[in-house]
C-alpha cells in the first residue's frame, strides 16, 4: 500500500494476490516464500503490509514444509497483534504437506494436525473458531476433513458447541457446506442430517444444503460444456 491509497485497491489486491496463490501462481508464490523467509529473520526490518499478510502466510503454510508450519504456529504463539494472530491461525488451517511426501500418511498430516490443535488445544479462542473452520474447510482436503471430522465427533462437538448461538451453526454450516459438488455428497448430508437434533443450526443447514444442492447440479449441467467453451477455435486468439 501506498501513502493515500484508497482503501479499496488495498482489498482488491490482495483478492487478487490470493486468487493467484490458489491457482499456482509460481512468480507470487516465490515472492511470498521470499517475504515470509525475510520476515521471519527480521520482522521490524521486513515488515510485510496487512493486506500482503494472508498471501504471504498461506503460501508459506501451503509451499514452505514443516519448517515454515511451525515458524506459523510460533509465530501465532509469539504476536500481540490480534489480526496477525488470525492470519496465521488462517494459513495453518489451509496447510498443505511437502510435495516430497516426506511427511507420509495420505498428504494431510499437517491438515489433520491443524484440525486437532483449532478443536483440542486452548489456544484458539472460541470466537475464532468459525474463521479457522471456514478456511479449513476452503480446500477439497480440508472439505473431507470437516465433513468427516463433523461426523465422526458429532456428539463431542454437539456438547461442545451445541449450545451457542453462533459457533454451532457456523460449524454445522460450513461441514454441510463444503463440498465437494456432487449428488453423492448431497445424499451423504441429507441422509446424516435425517434424524439428528441440530438446534441452533437448523436454519445454517438448510441454507447449506441447499447451497450444496445447486452447485452440485450446475456443476453436473456445466462440466462439459465449460471445456468445450475454452476449447473453441480462436478464442484465445
Known sequence: ATAGEDVKASSLRGQVLALLRIAG????????????????????????????????????????????????????????????????????????????GSLGGDGCVLLRRSLDWILDGDEVRNQDLPHAWAALSSSPKGAVIVWSTLTSRWEALKEKLGGTSFLWPS??????????????????????FQDKGVGSAARRLKQATESLRSKAAQLSRDKGAVPAFLDEPGLWS
Open 25 to 100: 501462481h509460481e512468480p507470487t508464490i516465490d515472492e511470498a516464500l521470499k517475504r515470509f523467509h525475510a520476515f521471519m529473520q527480521d520482522s521490524e526490518a521486513n515488515a510485510i503490509p496487512a493486506d500482503l499478510k494472508p498471501t504471504v502466510f498461506t503460501s508459506a503454510a501451503c509451499y514452505g514444509g514443516l519448517e515454515a508450519y511451525e515458524q506459523l504456529l510460533a509465530r501465532y504463539r509469539a504476536t500481540a497483534l490480534h489480526e496477525e494472530r488470525m492470519d496465521c491461525m488462517r494459513a495453518l488451517a489451509r496447510a498443505k504437506d511437502p510435495a516430497d
Open 171 to 192: 460449524f454445522v454450516g460450513l461441514a454441510a457446506g463444503a463440498g465437494p459438488y456432487t449428488s453423492e455428497r448431497v445424499a451423504e448430508v441429507t441422509a446424516f
